[in-house]
């Protein structure tokens, strides 16, 4: 076992890809007929962590909330991370909560792996939720440095302490990568065009091991996962599911129907003659930048 | 009335000495709820921008002149950079801080604790400090908000009001656009009543899309105080360092193209054949390439090369993406769901191409051609070959 410990948050959602993803004749999603996967956010954030297993032979466990059937996102996050620890926190009482009920039982799941963590990850956000709280919140429960917008980083094991580059995109301002050295621990939310690199041959070399290795273990993914109840977690019961959670969805609703901003001319699209219409009127709305 | 909780705080962005204008959106609405508020309630609550960083204390005059009441600026070199932690706390602190309170109106300055509502934008930084400052405040936050209302809310709720018929007055209805584009969400943040764990949750937090809402125009005549806060820093957190920032070009530029095509879930039938096609198209036409939110989260296996270029959050088009005014917005296979249109309806001239004419993408163009883009893309690249040639900016 390396000195470092890696815990990564992960979270089963609905599978968008064709095939798998239906949706109800008024466009909103049928979640009875969509298939659920690992997130994709999730997934990115445990290839960070799979880096962290072959640069520093880091230790990876994977948390996740949900109901039972999570456990298929557990098993694929292992694939991709080789985990060694897998764990599921389920219960009825945690369903319904917003993000501080949940963060709740996340911390409380973290702080009961054996080993203390040295760097958490998150994914960017739910691709259902979309909130995005989630990871910093349970950091900020943890009291770890949170990072966020992460798309690389490194571990100086001997000072312990890492340092990550963030993206950082602001309305009207041009993208920023700031580069930040932190103390360990850190919670890590990965951005979405995170990518690992392994440069040299020893560590294409461990790759390919801990891969190979990786899916050995989510063969058999139930020897590793530990599934935990309410009481087996020891959660105070006031800050989870709905009484830990401040906010509600009062109302879902289908967006009103904006009155048209625009009159359309419709036109027949294998007419060439109108074809050549429209775009004599795209050229004339590009005036200013074209020339005959 | 005395109450424990009054205000409104806005916690403000700027980057190099400017206000972002997200920064201002968020005043200006705060502006408008609150007046709406102080003549309904016959009260006389306050917007408070909150602000932190190094030499601020100039462009803390501006937030007054776009509609605050009153700013509370914490100026000190360690808050030149932002750090989670750092900001958290700070913004913490200022949220609990009585004296400042009392400053803001000493009428209540015995019983008020906190802010009512706190406001938040949401974008790479809002988002997270929102997350990390909502719990340090052990209260809710709702995200990417689109739309506002205060009203009382009568409800009977089986955790929060323990079943029984209850008031919560003054309650902020925070509207969220939902993933599909399709719902509209409701999110409340209500104190727990149910005797069994009371709890209050105050503020009453969200985080605000930049761009949805106009800010106030500048009166250089408006008056507010301005409150210097001096911020309690932890040495421990001084052990995190910002070592470099860089500028860099986004691979993806939805600000200077003058056209953009975007494609959505039209592309189905054959997705790595029609987004080579919306490639040609846009090549054609000089334009940036948009997708829709649904195409960023990879619904089709396509080419390892088109599939990272193209199916990424960067480049959506959107509520959850980038808001345009192209002058030419060419919709391809895009059914127009609300969160879309909201990044795109200033655009110039809107062409769609859509074989199906009851896509809501109809009522936010102004010509629709009916028909598969298969058919109609290869048309319009060889009609726009012979009549347009773009130079080159």
Redesign the interface.
């Known amino acids: 076992m390396g000195d470092l410990n890696i815990a990564v948050i992960i979270k089963l959602e609905p599978d968008f890809s064709e095939g798998n993803v239906s949706y109800n004749p008024d466009g909103t999603l049928n979640r009875a007929e969509t298939k659920n996967t690992l997130g994709p956010h999730s997934g990115i954030a445990a290839h960070a962590a799979f880096f962290g297993k072959v640069m520093y032979d880091a230790k990876v466990s994977i948390v996740t909330m949900g109901p039972p059937i999570a456990d298929l996102a557990l098993k694929q996050a292992q694939q991709i991370s080789d985990a060694e620890e897998l764990h599921l926190y389920s219960d009825r009482l945690f369903a319904g909560a917003d993000t501080l009920g949940t963060a709740e039982v996340l911390r409380v799941g973290i702080e009961k792996i054996q080993q203390k963590m040295d760097i958490v990850f998150s994914g960017h956000r739910a691709s259902d939720g979309e909130t995005g709280q989630t990871g910093p919140q349970t950091a900020w429960k943890l009291g770890f440095t949170f990072l966020g917008n992460v798309i690389s980083y490194s571990v100086d094991l001997e000072t312990r302490t890492i340092r990550a580059k963030r993206l950082i995109s602001l309305q009207g301002s041009p993208n920023v990568i700031e580069e930040v050295e932190a103390p360990l621990p850190v919670f890590i939310s990965i951005d979405p065009t995170y990518k690992s690199s392994y440069n040299t041959i020893s560590q294409r070399l461990a790759f390919q091991k801990y891969k190979k290795e990786a899916i050995q273990r989510a063969n058999t993914f139930k020897d590793y996962l530990k599934v935990f109840n309410a009481k087996e977690l020891g959660v105070d019961e006031t800050l989870v599911g709905l009484p830990g959670s401040p906010t509600i969805v009062y109302k879902v609703e289908r967006v009103p129907k904006s009155t048209a901003t625009r009159r359309a001319e419709v036109i027949d699209g294998t007419d060439p003659e109108q074809i050549r219409k429209v775009v004599a009127k795209m050229k004339e709305a590009l005036e200013a930048m074209v020339i005959k | 009335m005395a109450e424990k909780y009054r205000h409104l705080y806005v916690i403000i962005?700027h980057?190099d000495g400017e206000l972002?204008?997200?920064s201002l959106e968020m005043i200006g609405e705060a502006r408008r709820l609150l007046d709406g508020f102080n003549s309904k309630y016959s009260s006389n609550e306050k917007v408070v921008a909150v602000i932190l960083g190094h030499n601020i204390k100039d462009i803390s005059k501006q937030l007054i002149e776009y509609g605050a009441d009153a700013v509370i600026y914490a100026d000190d070199p360690e808050l030149k950079d932002i750090?989670?932690?750092i900001y958290?706390k700070v913004i913490g602190q200022i949220a609990q801080d009585t004296k400042s309170l009392g400053e803001i109106e000493s009428e209540y300055a015995s019983e008020i604790k906190r802010p009512r509502y706190m406001f938040f934008?949401a974008?790479?930084?809002g988002?997270?400090l929102?997350?990390?400052v909502?719990?340090?405040l052990?209260?809710?936050?709702?995200?990417?908000i689109n739309q506002l209302v205060i009203e009382d809310?009568e409800?009977s709720?089986?955790?929060?009001t323990g079943g029984k018929k209850e008031t919560y007055e003054k309650t902020l209805?925070m509207y969220r656009?939902?993933?599909?584009?399709?719902?509209?969400?409701?999110?409340?943040?209500?104190d727990?009543r149910?005797p069994?764990?009371k709890?209050d949750?105050h503020p009453q937090s969200c985080s605000i899309i930049?761009?949805v809402f106009e800010p106030l125009k500048p009166d250089s005549l408006r008056e507010g105080k301005i409150i210097e806060f001096t911020p309690t820093i932890d040495e421990q957190d001084l052990?995190?360092?910002?070592?470099?920032?860089?500028?860099?070009?986004?691979v993806v530029d939805f600000d200077t193209p003058?056209?953009i095509v975007s494609f959505g879930r039209g592309i189905?039938d054959d997705p790595e054949q029609n987004i080579k096609l919306v490639e040609n198209l846009a090549k054609e036409?000089n334009a940036e390439i948009g997708v829709t939110l649904?195409i960023s989260?990879?619904?089709?296996?396509v080419s390892q090369a088109l599939d990272s270029k193209y199916m990424?959050?960067?480049r959506v088009i959107g509520t959850?993406g980038h808001k345009t005014s192209a002058?030419?917005y060419v919709a391809a296979g895009v059914?127009g769901?609300?969160q879309h249109?909201w990044g795109m309806?200033d655009s110039?001239?809107?062409?769609?191409?859509n074989p199906d004419?009851d896509a809501?993408i109809?009522?936010?163009?102004?010509?629709?051609?009916?028909?598969?883009m298969e058919?109609?893309i290869p048309?319009?690249i060889e009609?726009?070959k012979?009549?347009?040639?773009?130079?080159e900016?």
């Open positions: 962005e980057e972002l204008p997200v750090r989670n932690t958290t934008a974008d790479s930084v988002r997270h929102s997350s990390t909502l719990v340090e052990e209260s809710g936050l709702a995200s990417d809310i409800m709720h089986q955790q929060k209805k656009p939902d993933f599909s584009g399709f719902l509209w969400t409701t999110i409340l943040c209500l727990n149910n069994a764990f709890r949750y930049p761009g052990k995190v360092k910002v070592l470099s920032r860089q500028i860099i070009k986004s003058r056209t189905k036409l649904p989260k990879k619904p089709y296996t990424i959050p960067d959850s002058m030419l059914s769901a609300m249109v309806k110039g001239f809107v062409v769609a191409i004419e809501p109809k009522n936010e163009c102004d010509v629709f051609i009916k028909g598969r058919d109609v048309l319009l009609e726009i012979k009549q347009i040639q773009i130079v900016a």
